[in-house]
C-alpha cells in the first residue's frame, strides 16, 4: 500500500488517527493498513414508521394526505434497551461497517421544506449508539420506486400531488402496484403478493413518469411548471436539500463525522424513466432494468391506463428458466384516472401545500398527451421516440448516466460536502451499470463505488437451485445467446458469481483508484413455500436453512477469492417475521428474526433488573407458543388492520438476549454460517487470495507485502499495528460454550456497556434512557466478544494464546479454540480477533508472501444438535446463570 498522505485531499486539513482513506483501490486506515469494511444495512424496516408495514391499508392513504407521520423508532429503539443487543449482536457477528437507510419522506412527510427535526435528533441518537459499538456508517438515501405509496419507498406523499397525481387510482390503472390494495383495492389480499413482483412498478406509468421528471423534467416535461420552477428543479432542490438537512444534522452533532458516519451513498437504485427509449409502443425485447412478470404493459398502454381506458397487455410469467410470455390481461379501469383534477387547487394554488401551478400546466390530463406524445381522445401515438433524442439537437441520442443522472450527483455531492467536508462519496448508478467519468475536484480523492449485486435467479424464484446465469454478462452483451451464459453445478454457479463482482469491482476503476463497495447483496429466507418456517405437508424441514445456507454463502464467497470486496448485506430487521417478512412488499432476507429464537420463551420472563426472578407469574405454554408464532406484531394475514397489531414481544425480551455469547449470536440467525465468515479486517500489505470452506470451516488467507506497506508510525492509537482477523465464534466456539462449561467471569463493573452521558444506571427506569447497563439485567459484557471493532473499550480475554510461524498451535481460551498455522510472524487470539505481525520488506528489497490458515480444533461444529432445549439442557438456561 501507497504511503498514506498526513493531510487529507479534500480539505487539506491533517489526518486523524481514525481516519479512513480511499486510495489505491482499498480503504486504508490512518498508518497504512488495507481495511475490508464488511456489515450490514439498517435496516430494512426504515422504509416505513413504525407499526406501519406496507400491508396496512387502514389510514394509509388519509394519514398521508394529513402529513404523514414520523418514522422516530426506525431502525432501532433506542429508549428500551433493545438497541443495544441488536448492536452487540451485529458486532458479534465481526460485521464494521453499516449502510443506514433514511428515506427522503421521514425527513420532510410534512410538506415542502417543512423538516422533521425530531426524526433527525432521533437519528442522531441512534448514531452515537452505533458509535458506541465500533460501527463506521454511510449514510443512504433509499428510494424504492419513488416512494410508499407508489408501491416502494422513498419520497414523501406531496411530491406526487406536486406532479399533478391523484395516488388512490393507482391499482385501478395498474399504473403502480401498491402492496396494501393487492391485487384489488376494494377486495385486498397483500398476503398473495407474489415474490419480486414489487419491482415491476419500474415498468409501469407511475415510476416512468416521476423518474423522468426528477431526472429530466427541465427537456422532456418544459411545461411542468410549479412555483416558478421546472418540476425537476423543484423535486431535486428539495430532496437534495432535506438530504442536506439531515447531513448539517450530524455535523453539528459534534461527535459523529468521520469517526463513525464516514460518508453518503447517492441515491439508493435510480432509475432512468423514459430517458432514451427508442419507442413508446413496444416494450424493450431483452431483460434490462425492469423485471418482466405479472402484467406488461407498454408505456403507450400505461399512457391510456393512466387516462381510465382499458387495455389487453402482455402477462409474464416468470420460472426457474426465466420470464415467459403466459398470454394477454386485459386492465379496465373503468375510466378512473391517475391524473389530478382541477379543483383540487383553485386558482392554481394548492389548499394544503400552497405551491402555484403554472396555468401552462392544466391538471386533469396526461402530462404526456399535454406535451403532445400522444392523443387522449384517439390513443394516438403522435412522437413515439420523443425520449430518445435530447431536445434541440440534432437527433443526438439522450444518455441517462451522463446527462441527468451525473449532474444530479455532483450537485448532490455538492451539498453534502458543505456539511462534511471529509465525507466519502459512495457511488451509485443505476444497477449493474457502469458509473461515469466524474470531474477530479467531485470526489476529491474521497470516494467509493457502492454497487449492488443479487443472484437473481434465487431472489425471485425463491428457490436455490442446480443451474444458474451470469446475469451480468448477459446485460453487459458477453453472450449472444441466453443459453451461453448458463452455469451448471455449483462449483460453476459459485465461479460465475465471483466472476461478476470482479467485473463491478473493476468497474470503480472508471472512477479512479477507489474502493468498491457491494452495497446490497443477500438471499431471501422465505424459500421453496416458507419450508424452513412451517414446514412441508408433513411438517418436516422446521428451522433447515440449508438452502438459504448455500445461497448467501455462495454470494458472499464471490466477494472473497481474489476480489477482496467491501459489502453491505441486505438487510437485518428487527421486526421481521415468518408471516410478513421484513413488513416491506413480503420482501424477507433479514439475517434475523425473532420467530426464529429457538431459547425457551418462558426463559425470558421473569427476570427484574438486577438479575432477580419476579413473582409474577410466567407465560403458559399456549401464550409462549402465541407470543413466538406473532412476534413481534401478532398480525394474523387475514386480519388488514392497525387494530390487529399487538406486541407481544418488546424491548430486551424482542431483541432476544442470551447470556451464552454462541446462543446470543445464533439464536435467531438465519444461515449463520454463511456471513458469519473470516475475513482480514486489518491488513498489512494487500490481499492475493482469501478462501472459507464452510462445510470444513476451514480459512486460508494469502498476503502480500512490499517495502511501501510499512506503517506510519503513531498513526494509529494502537500500541503494536499489525493485521487483524476475525474468526466467527459461530465456526470456531470453544467446545465449553457448547457443553455449559463457560461461566461469566466480568464483573459489575465491567459488564456495563455505557455512553459517556446519561449513564442508565444513575437514572434507573428512565424512559428516555440512551443506554443499557446489561448488568441490571444479568447480562455479562458483551464486547469481549467484539474487541477489536468497540471503540468504547473491551474486555480483556485472560492470558492470550499466541503462536509463532511455522508451527501449529493451539488456542483454547475463553471464546474459539482454533488450530494456526503462519508461514512466518507471530500471532496472538483475544475474543474473536486474531492479530498477526510479520517483518515489512525494507526500502530495495523484494516482496514478500505470507500465509495463514485457521481450523477448529475440535473440528465443525454440529449445527443440528444445537437447539433451545439442548442449550437449556447443557446448563445455558438463563435463569440459572443470572448475576
Same mark, same amino acid.
Given at each position: ?602 426463559? #425470558?420472563? %421473569? ?6 426472578? +419476579?413473582? !409474577? $407469574?410466567?407465560?403458559?405454554?399456549? /401464550?409462549?407458543? &402465541? ?110 460454550? #457448547?457443553? %455449559? ?6 464483573? +459489575?463493573? !465491567? $459488564?456495563?456497556?455505557?455512553?459517556? /452521558?446519561?449513564? &442508565? ?123
Amino acid at each position: 500500500m501507497p504511503c498514506v498522505p498526513t493531510v487529507s485531499p479534500a480539505t487539506g486539513n491533517p489526518t486523524s488517527s481514525h481516519f479512513i482513506h480511499t486510495a489505491d483501490c482499498n480503504f486504508v486506515d490512518n498508518a497504512g493498513r488495507t481495511l475490508l469494511l464488511r456489515g450490514v444495512n439498517l435496516s430494512g424496516s426504515s422504509k416505513a414508521p413504525v407499526d406501519r408495514p406496507s400491508y396496512i391499508r387502514e389510514g394509509f392513504w388519509e394519514t398521508a394526505e394529513s402529513g404523514g407521520e414520523s418514522f422516530i423508532g426506525r431502525p432501532l429503539n433506542i429508549d428500551d434497551g433493545s438497541a443495544d443487543i441488536h448492536l452487540a449482536r451485529l458486532a458479534g457477528w465481526g460485521f464494521n461497517m453499516l449502510r443506514f437507510p433514511v428515506t427522503w419522506e421521514a425527513l420532510e412527510h410534512e410538506g415542502p421544506g417543512k423538516y422533521d427535526h425530531e426524526f433527525m435528533d432521533y437519528t442522531v441518537r441512534v448514531l452515537r449508539k452505533c458509535k458506541e459499538y465500533g460501527f463506521r456508517v454511510y449514510m443512504d438515501p433509499h428510494q424504492d420506486i419513488w416512494s410508499r405509496f407508489s408501491g416502494g419507498s422513498g419520497a414523501p406523499f406531496w411530491t406526487l400531488a406536486a406532479c399533478g397525481i391523484n395516488p388512490r387510482n393507482f391499482t385501478a390503472t395498474q399504473a403502480a402496484i401498491v402492496h396494501c390494495e393487492y391485487p384489488l383495492a376494494h377486495d385486498s389480499d397483500p398476503a398473495s403478493l407474489p415474490a419480486m413482483i414489487w419491482s415491476t412498478n419500474y415498468g409501469r406509468l407511475l415510476s416512468q413518469t416521476l423518474f423522468t421528471l426528477f431526472f429530466a423534467g427541465s427537456d422532456f416535461a418544459p411545461r411542468c411548471i410549479i412555483d416558478g420552477k421546472n418540476i425537476q428543479d423543484y423535486l431535486q432542490s428539495y430532496y437534495i436539500e432535506a438530504m442536506g438537512q439531515m447531513a448539517d444534522r450530524i455535523a453539528a452533532a459534534g461527535d459523529l463525522l468521520d469517526s463513525c458516519v464516514i460518508g453518503w451513498d447517492s441515491l439508493n437504485e435510480p432509475f432512468e424513466g423514459l430517458c432514451g427509449r427508442k419507442d413508446l409502443s413496444v416494450n424493450p425485447p431483452a431483460q434490462g432494468s425492469t423485471l418482466r412478470k405479472g402484467t406488461y404493459p407498454t408505456p403507450l398502454q400505461g399512457f391510456r391506463l393512466g387516462m381510465g381506458q382499458a387495455q389487453t397487455v402482455e402477462n409474464w410469467s416468470f420460472g426457474a428458466f426465466g420470464p415467459t410470455r403466459d398470454g394477454s390481461v386485459t386492465i379496465d379501469p373503468k375510466g378512473r384516472t391517475i391524473w389530478a383534477s382541477p379543483e383540487d387547487e383553485p386558482d392554481g394554488v394548492h389548499p394544503r401545500w400552497h405551491w402555484k401551478r403554472d396555468p401552462g400546466w392544466t391538471l386533469g390530463t396526461c402530462i404526456w398527451a399535454l406535451h403532445g406524445i400522444w392523443d387522449v381522445e384517439t390513443g394516438f401515438l403522435m412522437l413515439p421516440d420523443y425520449f430518445h433524442s435530447l431536445p434541440n439537437t440534432d437527433n443526438t441520442e439522450a444518455e441517462f448516466i451522463e446527462d441527468y443522472w451525473k449532474p444530479h450527483f455532483t450537485a448532490f455531492a455538492t451539498r453534502i460536502r458543505f456539511a462534511h467536508p471529509e465525507s466519502i462519496l459512495f457511488v451509485q448508478p443505476p444497477v449493474f451499470a457502469r458509473p461515469p467519468t466524474l470531474e477530479d475536484d467531485v470526489l476529491a480523492g474521497r470516494g467509493a463505488y457502492s454497487g449492488h449485486y443479487y443472484d437473481g435467479l434465487t431472489l425471485i424464484t425463491r428457490h436455490w437451485n442446480w443451474f444458474n446465469a451470469d446475469a451480468l454478462g448477459l446485460l453487459r452483451g458477453k453472450y449472444s445467446s441466453t443459453l451461453q451464459a448458463v452455469k451448471i453445478g455449483t462449483g460453476a454457479i459459485r465461479k460465475s458469481l465471483q466472476e461478476q463482482l470482479g467485473i463491478l469491482k473493476g468497474d470503480a476503476n472508471i472512477l479512479g483508484a477507489f474502493p468498491t463497495v457491494i452495497g446490497e447483496i443477500g438471499t431471501p429466507f422465505d424459500m421453496d413455500g416458507k419450508r424452513s418456517y412451517y414446514g412441508d405437508s408433513k411438517g418436516r424441514g422446521v428451522g433447515d436453512y440449508s438452502a438459504q445456507e448455500k445461497a448467501l454463502d455462495a454470494s458472499l464467497n464471490a466477494a472473497d477469492g481474489p476480489n477482496a470486496l467491501n459489502y453491505t448485506v441486505w438487510t437485518y430487521c428487527p421486526d421481521s417475521t415468518h408471516e410478513w417478512g421484513d413488513g416491506w412488499n413480503m420482501e424477507d432476507l433479514s439475517l434475523w428474526s425473532p420467530d426464529d429464537m429457538t431459547t425457551p420463551q418462558s426463559s #425470558l420472563y %421473569g427476570i427484574k433488573p438486577g438479575g432477580s426472578m +419476579a413473582t !409474577t $407469574a410466567l407465560p403458559n405454554e399456549s /401464550e409462549a407458543g &402465541l407470543m413466538k408464532k406473532g412476534a413481534p406484531f401478532g398480525v394474523s394475514s387475514s386480519a388488514n388492520s392497525l387494530a390487529t397489531i399487538t406486541p407481544r414481544l418488546t424491548g430486551l425480551d424482542a431483541a432476544g438476549w442470551r447470556s451464552n455469547p454462541y446462543d446470543f449470536l445464533t439464536d435467531g440467525a438465519r444461515a449463520p454460517r454463511a456471513f458469519c465468515r473470516p475475513w482480514p479486517v486489518k491488513l498489512v500489505g494487500k490481499q492475493k487470495d482469501m478462501a472459507f470452506d464452510i462445510a470444513k470451516a476451514q480459512f486460508k488467507l494469502t498476503v502480500v507485502v512490499a517495502a511501501h506497506d510499512r506503517l506510519r508510525p503513531g498513526a494509529v492509537d494502537e500500541e503494536d499495528p499489525g493485521t487483524e482477523i476475525y474468526v466467527p465464534l459461530v465456526h470456531y466456539a470453544d467446545e465449553r460454550l #457448547l457443553s %455449559g462449561g463457560h461461566r461469566a467471569r466480568q464483573s +459489575a463493573d !465491567t $459488564a456495563s456497556i455505557s455512553s459517556e /452521558e446519561n449513564p &442508565l444506571n444513575s437514572r434507573k427506569g428512565s424512559p428516555g434512557a440512551s443506554t443499557i447497563n446489561l448488568a441490571e439485567v444479568g447480562v455479562p459484557v458483551v464486547v469481549d466478544m467484539t474487541a477489536s471493532t468497540s471503540s468504547s473499550g473491551s474486555t480483556q480475554v485472560a492470558s492470550p494464546v499466541s503462536g509463532v510461524g511455522g508451527k501449529v498451535e493451539i488456542a483454547v481460551k475463553e471464546l474459539v479454540d482454533v488450530d494456526v498455522k503462519v508461514s512466518a510472524g507471530r500471532w496472538s487470539v483475544e475474543g474473536q480477533v486474531l492479530r498477526w505481525w510479520y517483518d515489512v520488506p525494507g526500502p530495495g528489497e523484494a516482496e514478500r508472501e505470507f500465509t495463514i490458515e485457521i481450523r477448529r480444533r475440535g473440528g465443525v461444529i454440529d449445527v443440528k444438535s444445537r437447539s433451545g432445549a439442548a442449550a437449556a439442557a447443557s446448563g445455558w438456561c438463563p435463569p440459572c446463570t443470572v448475576m
